[in-house]
């Protein structure tokens, strides 16, 4: 019943940007802690930024001062605005969330993963 649902990939030169959004489907609570990971061909899926249901956000070392996440409670919504993009960027960006919903009249919370959104930047 419930998904993730990722917008925003696509592809764009080297220097441009790029906003990447995630919205849970179907009914659910609330949202916990989200984030955006990334994983590149050969390589294994990395956490890209991360954001607390409170606001306090985390960076890998490799998008710092480029990346921003934000997230939107009411909406239970999440964004990760990626500038001054480099080709190594170039790889399928995942979003996950942990939510708390009803399930089987009990209430539970575990992580979901979005399907993932293709970002690809040319040089």
């Known amino acids: 019943q419930v998904q993730l649902v990722e917008s925003g990939g696509g592809l764009v030169q080297a220097g441009g940007s790029l906003r990447l959004s995630c919205a849970p489907s179907g009914s659910i609570f609330r949202t916990n802690d989200m984030g955006w990971y990334r994983q590149a061909p050969g390589k294994q899926r990395e956490l890209v930024a991360s954001i607390t249901r409170g606001g306090s956000a985390n960076y890998a070392d490799s998008v710092k001062g480029r990346f921003t996440i934000s997230r939107d409670n009411a909406k239970n919504t999440v964004n990760l605005q990626m500038n001054s993009l480099k080709p190594e960027d170039t790889a399928v960006y995942y979003c996950?969330?942990?939510?708390?919903?009803?399930?089987?009249?009990?209430?539970?919370?575990?992580?979901?993963w979005g399907q993932g959104t293709q970002v690809t930047v040319s040089p």
């Open positions: 996950n969330a942990e939510i708390s919903a009803y399930i089987n009249k009990s209430f539970t919370s575990r992580d979901y």
